[in-house]
Each structure stands twice: as structure tokens, then as C-alpha cells.
């Protein structure tokens, strides 16, 4: 992480990232869409209000620890990341810093398909937590490591078991392949699932900045609403699917665990 990635988010500095975003199906009905999306990257335990970003409270944009970490609308935080890294096997030390990516509240409102916490080490990043949400109030959360909690590459392709329900158009079957890149100059970020011939293949690309006043404005104004701007797009997105003639699957019971 040279540039001081890892030392301005352990100093308390939250990170801009405008993200690229692209979700392309594939199988026998493609559907593909592309989206700009502001994230946050900020490590929780040391993070400071800045301006129109607010921590614990309503504001333009803001942060609150229990909307992660844990049941949805209950969460812990940090203090949960940390335990579940550790039932995994991870010794915590001093030069560890857990940072978490994730879409900001915008004027109170809440929501985050995906949010991203991250063990980084120095260069190294040691294990990333992808905490899904879906939109029928259901969360699981899917742990990246490798065995030791060696350092994952760029190249590193980490897979599991699809167990989770997240698009009523797709069955809950089939891989996840992950890959992550996180750099003071790119942070990228791939999931691939596979189910036979059908799947999906998504990605996040955005370049990290520190977190400017005018930056949350220019947000502000060229994607309004935040949060509720990203469900709205999903809701369309399902209703192109539906109009194609996707088959719609109900709503299976969450799995009974809360880590992959």
C-alpha cells in the first residue's frame, strides 16, 4: 500500500472511491448493465467526521458501525469483523489495519448490496469479508482468505459455494470466484459466479482520493439519493429481467450459517 494507503486510513482519513460498476449475465438470457456508485473506504475503529460527513448521525452522507457487522439493523462493527477473522485463525497484531468499503448512508437512508471488510498488512492484503445484503432483508457474508492468511494476490482467484439468495432471477446454486486488487491507485474487484451455463460476472473499479467536500457534493448532484439511487436501479434492472422473461424464484430461507 505505498502512499500511505494503509497509514491515512489508521490516522482516521476516509477514502472517495466513484466506482465503476458492471453486472453482465450470461446463459440463455444476457442482460448487462454499467453504473457509477460512491463508496467509502474507511477503517472503522479510527475514522473522523469530515464535514458533511457525519459518523453516527443523519447527514448529506454518513457512517454509522451498526449497519454492518453481524444481523442487518444490528450490527457490531469492527468488533465482530475482528471476531469472526479470528475463529478463522487470525492472530490480530499491532500492524493490522481492518478497513471496511461500503456505500455511505445518504440523508439517513441505508443501503449496501455489498460491502467489503479488509485485512491489510503493510503491502499486504490478508483476507477480505464480502457482506452481502440482498433486498428481502437477508444478509451472509462470504470470507476470503488463504490458508495461513498468506497474502492475496491480484491474480489469487478465491472460490466457494453460492449459498445466499441475492437476485430473484438466478438460483441459489453453483461458484463464486473472487479476485481483489487494492492499491493507493486502483481498487478492483471481481465476482464471478458460475452455474453451468448460466452466471453473472461483476466488477468494481475506482480510483482512491481523499475525501473532499467538493467530492461529496459532485455526488450529491450527479447521483442523487445515494443509497436509494442504487435500490432504485435494482428494481429496474429486475423489471428489464422480468420483461425479458427471466423466471422469477422465491424467496428460499436464509442459509443457517452466517459465514462462507
Aim: proline fraction near 6%.
Amino acid at each position: 500500500m505505498e502512499g500511505g494507503l494503509v497509514s491515512q486510513l489508521a490516522q482516521g482519513a476516509v477514502l472517495h472511491l466513484t466506482s465503476d460498476v458492471t453486472h453482465a449475465r450470461r446463459g440463455a438470457r444476457r442482460h448487462a448493465f454499467r453504473y457509477r456508485v460512491d463508496y467509502l473506504l474507511l477503517a472503522p475503529e479510527v475514522v473522523c467526521r469530515h464535514g458533511l460527513f457525519r459518523l453516527g448521525r443523519a447527514g448529506l452522507f454518513s457512517f454509522c458501525a451498526t449497519d454492518h457487522g453481524g444481523p442487518r439493523g444490528n450490527g457490531k462493527g469492527a468488533a465482530w469483523a475482528w471476531e469472526v477473522l479470528g475463529q478463522a485463525g487470525l492472530r490480530r497484531e499491532g500492524a493490522m489495519t481492518l478497513a471496511l468499503m461500503a456505500q455511505p448512508r445518504f440523508l439517513g437512508f441505508w443501503f449496501n448490496p455489498v460491502s467489503f471488510w479488509m485485512v491489510l498488512r503493510g503491502d499486504d492484503l490478508l483476507a477480505v469479508l464480502a457482506e452481502v445484503n440482498n433486498t428481502f432483508g437477508q444478509r451472509h457474508s462470504y470470507l476470503c482468505h488463504h490458508e495461513g492468511f498468506t497474502p492475496i494476490g491480484p491474480e489469487d482467484l478465491m472460490t466457494t459455494e453460492k449459498v445466499f439468495h441475492v437476485s430473484p432471477f438466478q438460483d441459489v446454486a453453483g461458484r463464486y470466484e473472487f479476485r481483489f486488487r487494492v492499491t493507493p491507485a486502483r481498487v478492483a474487484m471481481l465476482i464471478r459466479h458460475t452455474d453451468g451455463k448460466e452466471g453473472l460476472i461483476a466488477t468494481l473499479n475506482a480510483a482512491p482520493r481523499p475525501l473532499r467536500q467538493s467530492g461529496l457534493l459532485t455526488a450529491a448532484f450527479r447521483r442523487p439519493g445515494g443509497a436509494l439511487r442504487v435500490l432504485a436501479l435494482i428494481y429496474w434492472q429486475a423489471l428489464r429481467l422480468r420483461l425479458k422473461g427471466v423466471a422469477y424464484r422465491r424467496l428460499p430461507p436464509a442459509p443457517p450459517e452466517e459465514i462462507s
